[in-house]
């Protein structure tokens, strides 16, 4: 987009021979604007008639394209697509916006199809991996994970065994340093059923829930797998199930999930503190 300077050193857009404020002859001097620009005023549409470039609610805005003096007319697309809704929150005096040009162009106006907000110019995916490394505390566990061995650390306030082991009592925030090595089984406290699909999951629905290894004072989230969804429950008993040896590393990906065993359910008055 370009604008032609004045005189008095405005830039106006859409360009024209005369200043309008004085009638003068503009200087001639093309200046490039944009693309990105701000709203001044705007008037909804939300119920947009045939002769409408949209057929959906939409709104029409000036717009002051970034070193330009003046604002164009323009039709601000919303993404709102109910007939008769009231304009979103988001459209507001001062909002960004950045114009979406035709693939087919003419050299006209009606080249920039609209503007949208500058908020939702995404024009291509991208993504960002990051590789976080654990601290003491993780690492050693990760590192009885890769052995097969599920270690805690015991609180020397409140004698509970922390699992994953932290480096400190969560409760009373004093380090810890005793390990302590777990059994694989464990009771069900709480959980929930998942239907959108993940990964690690078997199927959907899925659980995941807290699982409150024995001799363990705090409760775990995994998976629990093994039995229909419907039929996992508070103070069900669960092991561990261990992928093949040969699959191992230092992660806990070595357990796929927790599935039931055949023991008695754990009373809710012996579990009911964890929930």
């Not at 809704?85 to 006209?108: D, H, I, N, S, W």
């Not at 699959?247 to 009373?267: C, G, L, Y």
Request: glycine letters at 10%; a negative charge.
């Amino acid at each position: 987009m370009v604008g032609v300077r004045t005189a008095a050193g405005r830039v106006l857009v859409p360009p024209s021979e005369h200043d309008p404020e004085t009638g003068e002859d503009v200087t001639g001097e093309f200046v490039e604007v944009g693309p990105g620009g701000t709203v001044t005023t705007w008037s909804w549409v939300p119920n947009p008639a045939k002769e409408h470039p949209f057929d959906r609610p939409f709104a029409w805005a000036l717009v002051r394209p970034d070193g330009a003096d003046t604002a164009l007319l323009h039709a601000l697309d919303m993404g709102v697509f109910d007939t008769g809704a009231k304009p979103p929150k988001t459209l507001k005096t001062g909002m960004r916006v950045r114009p979406k040009y035709r693939a087919e162009r003419t050299g006209t106006i009606g080249d920039i199809e609209c503007f949208l907000p500058e908020v939702t110019m995404i024009n291509a995916q991208a993504s960002l991996e990051f590789r976080l490394k654990g601290g003491q505390a993780l690492g050693r566990f990760l590192d009885g994970i890769a052995e097969g061995r599920i270690i805690g650390q015991r609180c020397p306030v409140c004698d509970k065994v922390i699992v994953p082991m932290k480096g400190f009592c969560t409760r009373d925030g004093v380090p810890t340093t005793e390990e302590v090595e777990l059994p694989d089984t464990g009771t069900v406290t709480t959980f929930a059923v998942n239907n959108i699909p993940d990964p690690r999951a078997p199927e959907v629905p899925f659980v995941s829930g807290y699982v409150l290894l024995d001799g363990a004072g705090l409760t775990m989230l995994t998976l629990i797998a093994g039995v229909p969804a419907d039929q996992v429950r508070m103070g069900m008993r669960v092991k561990a199930a261990w992928r093949p040896r040969e699959e191992w590393d230092r992660s806990m990906a070595n357990i796929k999930w927790f599935e039931p065993i055949d023991e008695p359910d754990v009373p809710f008055e012996e579990i009911k503190d964890f929930m």
